[in-house]
């Protein structure tokens, strides 16, 4: 006869505390470490499109039509400080889709919508004069979407920062089309974000963000194809065999020697922060490209990243931007997906590759969610607001032969023997 089980003296009167009513991506899990904790202000979120006229249409060149051109729509997310009214509460449903692009019947495109910590169009928050947010642009992966990082960029604007992302034309799920136009225009629409929120910021413009941002402290965040944009925006100049992988030599423009390239350089961009860039494994930046890169960069990947490469592609990144300040968070175990969201639902009911595009196989994603949220609140802390988080940052190794020890406890902001399976490297500007 099995024995009853009891509760030692004291133990019923403890209660467990509510679940809230509402679980939002990004939420902090007990063990997260203490700088993803949202920040004190509140969120609004507004979505605005842009649009860039006269661009190089690349999917429809040809040697009899070498240089057709067209408008590129860009559809942007922007979270900022916001005001909330009398009853206004920061809830939000986004709208999403599933799938591979259209014309897919593998994987179509699939609406589904979850829920997020902001309030839709509310009144935006000053900064306390005469200090302005720093503005953070975000780049997603190919496909994916600007809603794609959603606990991040929640986290970063109740936290003081203006954050908008981007939906690049032909490289979201919904619109996904040929690579060519990935390659090519990352970079242009990074840089067409930045000159128009400049303009927005500008006092007397009438846009919701007039005074609101300061564009002269801008960091880049990109993933995966967004990661491979923001350090060629930053430096990263293209080398001749990347050039040559598109006909009729439109992607020049961002080749490492070109005039008009080294011209583009912005110094408004302050820190870079990389999830799992694309491109080192292959031809796309010799050892002179990366060199080319001098803003501070945070790398963030994992070791069996088998889209990107590790040892191979992020590591050699990493080690070859020698005149940059930069750091490498390494998720030991993890592929590809390092930076988006957890899988939705409508994901898992969808199937294996719809689930498998947002989730990692040895590492919950809620908590690499939290742990990202700490990283890049301090990196951007320090390289956009001068904020003393360094010690967040200068963090003692792992022990010798990759595992880890006590010593995890001396991570900074870390809860007591949980880091393990993570690695921070660092490697000063020559």
């Known amino acids: 006869m099995m024995a009853a089980c009891v509760a030692p003296p004291g133990a019923l009167a403890k209660k467990p505390a509510p679940a809230p009513a509402v ?3 990004g939420d902090a899990r007990p063990d997260a ?3 993803a904790a949202r920040g004190s202000l509140p969120v609004g979120v507004r979505t605005v499109v842009i649009e860039n006229k006269d661009q190089l249409d690349i999917l429809n060149a040809s040697a009899s039509r070498p240089d057709p051109r067209y408008s590129r729509k860009l559809k942007l997310e922007v979270w900022y400080p916001g005001r909330l009214a009398p009853g206004e509460r920061e809830h939000v449903m986004y709208t999403d889709v599933l799938g591979s692009g259209p014309g897919n019947p593998a994987r179509p495109n699939t609406p589904f919508q979850f829920a997020g910590r902001a309030a839709r169009d509310a009144a935006p928050l000053p900064a306390a004069a005469p200090a302005r947010y720093p503005l953070v642009i975000v780049s997603h992966g190919y496909p994916g979407s600007r809603l794609q990082m959603s606990y991040l960029t ?3 604007a109740s936290k003081g920062y203006v954050v908008v992302a981007i939906d690049h034309a032909e490289s979201t799920r919904a619109d996904k089309a040929g690579f060519p ?4 225009n990352r970079p242009l629409d990074d840089l067409f974000v930045l000159r128009s929120v400049a303009r927005w910021a500008e006092a007397g413009s009438g846009h919701f963000l007039a005074g ?3 564009t002269d402290s801008t960091a880049l965040v990109g993933y995966s194809m967004g990661g491979y944009g923001v350090l060629n925006v930053v430096g990263a100049g293209l080398s001749a065999d990347a050039v040559a992988f598109v006909p009729g030599g439109g992607l020049a423009v961002h080749q490492r020697g070109n005039p008009e390239y080294d011209a583009r350089r912005d110094p408004r961009i302050k820190a870079v922060v990389a999830f799992a860039p694309w491109g080192g494994a292959g031809k796309i930046w010799d050892d002179a490209g990366l060199a080319g890169v001098r803003t501070p960069t945070l ?3 994992g070791d069996q990243d088998d889209i990107s490469g590790y040892k191979d592609g992020v590591l050699r ?3 070859g931007l020698v005149h940059a300040d930069r750091y490498l968070l390494t998720y030991r175990g993890a592929r590809h997906n390092t930076a988006p969201n957890p899988p939705p639902p409508a994901a898992a009911a969808a199937g294996l590759e719809e689930f498998m595009a947002y989730a990692e196989p040895a590492w919950d994603s809620r908590r690499i969610n939290n742990i990202n949220q700490h ?6 802390g320090v390289t956009l607001k001068g904020q003393p988080l360094q010690s967040y940052l200068d963090l003692p190794p792992l022990p010798a032969g990759g595992t880890a020890g006590p010593d995890t406890a001396a991570w900074k902001g870390f809860p007591k023997r949980s880091a393990v399976g993570l690695e921070l490297q660092h490697l000063p500007a020559q």
């Open 299 to 301: 790398f963030i990947a």
């Open 375 to 380: 990283f890049v609140t301090a990196f951007l």
């Open 181 to 184: 136009s990935t390659l090519l």
């Open 23 to 25: 679980e939002y991506y």
């Open 154 to 156: 929640e986290n970063l």
């Open 317 to 319: 990144l990493f080690q």
């Open 212 to 214: 609101l941002v300061d």
């Open 33 to 35: 470490p203490e700088l």
